[in-house]
């Protein structure tokens, strides 16, 4: 409603109060006028989104203080605006549950890391793969999947780089396409239980699923079909990807892998000859074998292949 006095100055609006009480009885009523910047409460959230994501990004401060600062800074917006939350209010925000699943999944990543966990499945995966850069993609991609299933499937990608830029190395491989791959995975794997993702977290242990009763197997069970028809689509999709990548190596190694037998063959013909006898034989097979080790030098330079032997 709207109050029109005889003062055009009265003008304004006008709060009516409905009460049962059968006695009368007396209240105050304060209107504190909204400043500016409250007109602006969307763009202000966005700046602070904003900042705290710069901060984040560009390892400014540490991401828990980052976030600590955002925090803070969100409140002194409400309070600008006259909607400052009390604390009650404030520690009610807090997911307890979250935070503490989250902080004992990074206490076994952190102990996952520190016994060479990963490390000894990137192995386990290179000798699964029985030399077929393909499988050993595959796999890698796959237990990055399984992995961040059960735990924060951030925290597995900054460990899983490390091994998998390693790896590329060995296999001559560019490592931006398979870490791509293994991204697109994790995230597949992480969608697929409550506890892979911090949005599955955050659902799951949130108070309005609750009630319903919605159990670990339930949610997993729901989330299955479209987990299965989203691996099933990326496994091809990520083979073309780096289909370049795969056969420029698959080449290589090859073709490293006969300059290492000719090498070798050539090397033993050569000790087996006299000193003495065949010494003009023996001489061109000893340069034979030299043009071969510059040609595996040569070719192993254009990657990061072993050296000869």
């Not at 602006?40 to 602070?48: C, D, K, L, R, W």
């Not at 028809?229 to 073309?240: E, G, K």
């Amino acid at each position: 409603a709207e109050y029109m006095g005889n003062n055009p100055a009265d003008k304004g609006p006008l709060r009516i109060v409905a009460t049962s009480p059968s006695s009368p009885f007396v209240f105050t009523m304060r209107v504190s006028p909204l400043p500016a910047i409250a007109m602006g409460s969307v763009p202000m959230a966005a700046v602070i989104l904003l900042i705290v994501y710069i901060l984040i990004c560009f390892e400014i401060v540490h991401r828990a203080i980052a976030a600590m600062f955002g925090s803070f800074l969100a409140l002194a917006a409400l309070s600008v605006c006259h909607e400052r939350p009390p604390l009650e209010a404030v520690i009610e925000w807090i997911d307890f549950e979250t935070v503490c699943l989250l902080f004992g999944m990074m206490i076994m990543v952190s102990i996952f890391s520190q016994v060479g966990f990963f490390e000894y499945c990137a192995v386990w995966a290179f000798k699964l793969s029985r030399g077929s850069i393909w499988n050993l993609v595959l796999i890698l991609c796959l237990f990055t999947a399984i992995v961040s299933a059960f735990l924060d499937n951030v925290t597995t990608m900054l460990l899983v780089v490390p091994v998998t830029i390693r790896l590329c190395k060995v296999l001559d491989l560019e490592p931006q396409f398979l870490l791509i791959a293994e991204v697109v995975f994790s995230n597949i794997g992480g969608t697929a239980t409550p506890i892979g993702d911090p949005p599955n977290v955050i659902i799951f242990t949130s108070k309005k699923i609750k009630p319903y009763g919605v159990s670990f197997m339930e949610f997993t069970v729901h989330m299955a079909l479209g987990i299965v028809f989203c691996l099933v689509t990326s496994v091809p999709l990520m083979r073309q990807l780096i289909r370049r990548q795969l056969a420029e190596a698959e080449h290589r190694n090859s073709r490293v892998a006969a300059l290492k037998h000719e090498i070798k063959t050539w090397t033993k013909v050569c000790r087996r000859l006299a000193d003495d006898e065949q010494k003009q034989v023996k001489e061109m097979l000893q340069l034979k074998v030299a043009q071969l080790r510059e040609e595996l030098m040569r070719v192993s330079a254009d990657g990061t292949t072993a050296g000869p032997p």
